[in-house]
């Protein structure tokens, strides 16, 4: 697979953007050699896989593209309209393959952990897909390291297919997955599709110290992860800055930089890119060009010390024990 994969979570009503500009997106990746899309079915609830379904439908491009999509999301008001129970994943990967068009998931991956449900149900779900000829192989996002660990031996025991990808938040400013999750994908021969490699913005150049601050939907919605009131954030645009006078001392973009460090982790397989409008993937797209050198690592590994996330909340899930009081202390 091509080492940047396209996102599809902008486009939709999310990111702003119809047919007309996600397919000139997807067709300019294409062009570019990226072979990899990797969506969501609660991305704009269900509009980016219809997009990204049409353009592979219209194109005659779907047999040149690795298509992955993710289960998990709630998709509606009810219980059971989410997570990753076997109803839930039969009824989803239906209207997964009907958006896209499609009568095959190369990918499809459980979007987060789901607690309440056995990882046995699931993978035996997802086996039963994979032995249909509807999916292909099977991943997930998110997901701790024992985790993946418990999903292999479950999956060994059982005699069920087992996740081949991992997909985590990692970037230079959310490192923690490299003390434990990404040593246990290349233990078990996993993929590693890192997702928010410019964690979720702060490294496209836009987050600078003594700049305006950028508005932005996600900044709206995920006030933890943006709301400079909070010390965790200040700790990251100050690390941010840093980076990006290092990237300007080396002779690349800060979106360069940022990009390149995921990809030159040797447990990384692709990196997620998710653009919003042409200029966005063009400058992505700049990072297949350069590769960092031993010594800008180096001054990376200053700036942000190997297996640090500065801000927890960016870790995209969090376990219950860690939110709920009551699982923690005793009654």
């Not at 609660?42 to 219209?58: C, D, K, P």
């Not at 024992?146 to 970037?171: I, K, N, T």
């Not at 980076?243 to 990009?259: D, T, Y």
Request: charged content about 25%; aromatic content about 6%; hydrophobic content about 40%.
């Amino acid at each position: 697979m091509s080492p940047i994969c396209l996102g599809g979570m902008m486009f939709g009503w999310w990111g702003g953007n119809g047919y007309d500009e996600s397919e000139k997106m997807i067709r300019r990746a294409v062009e570019a050699g990226v072979n990899f899309i990797d969506t969501a079915d609660v991305y704009a609830n269900g509009e980016s896989e219809e997009l990204i379904g049409r353009f592979l439908a219209e194109s005659g491009l779907r047999d040149d593209i690795v298509l992955a999509t993710k289960v998990n999301g709630q998709m509606g008001e009810g219980p059971n309209q989410g997570g990753n129970s076997r109803g839930w994943i039969m009824r989803a990967v239906e209207d997964s393959l009907r958006r896209l068009r499609t009568d095959r998931i190369d990918l499809y991956q459980i979007h987060r952990p789901d607690l309440a449900v056995d990882l046995d149900e699931t993978l035996g779900a997802l086996t039963d897909l994979v032995r249909a000829g509807k999916v292909r192989y099977i991943g997930c996002s998110t997901f701790p390291a024992h985790r993946v660990v418990e999903s292999h031996w479950v999956a060994e025991r059982r005699q069920r297919e087992r996740f081949v990808s991992e997909q985590p938040p990692y970037s230079i400013l959310a490192r923690g997955v490299e003390a434990d999750l990404l040593p246990v994908c290349r233990r078990y021969g996993m993929g590693v599709l890192a997702w928010s490699p410019l964690a979720g913005g702060w490294l496209s150049g836009r987050y600078r110290e003594g700049a305006e601050l950028p508005e932005s939907r996600r900044a709206a919605l995920l006030p933890a992860r943006y709301d400079m009131t909070l010390e965790e954030n200040r700790r990251k645009l100050a690390a941010t800055e840093r980076l990006a006078l290092l990237a300007e001392k080396a002779g690349l973009s800060l979106v360069q930089l940022a990009l390149q460090f995921v990809i030159q982790h040797p447990a990384v397989t692709s990196a997620i890119i998710g653009p919003r409008t042409m200029e966005h993937l063009d400058s992505h797209l700049e990072a297949l060009d350069v590769r960092l050198p031993s010594d800008v690592l180096d001054e990376i590994d200053e700036i942000v010390p190997p297996g640090l996330t500065l801000n927890a909340a960016d870790t995209g899930w969090r376990p219950p024990e860690l939110l709920d009081p009551a699982l923690r202390r005793r009654q």
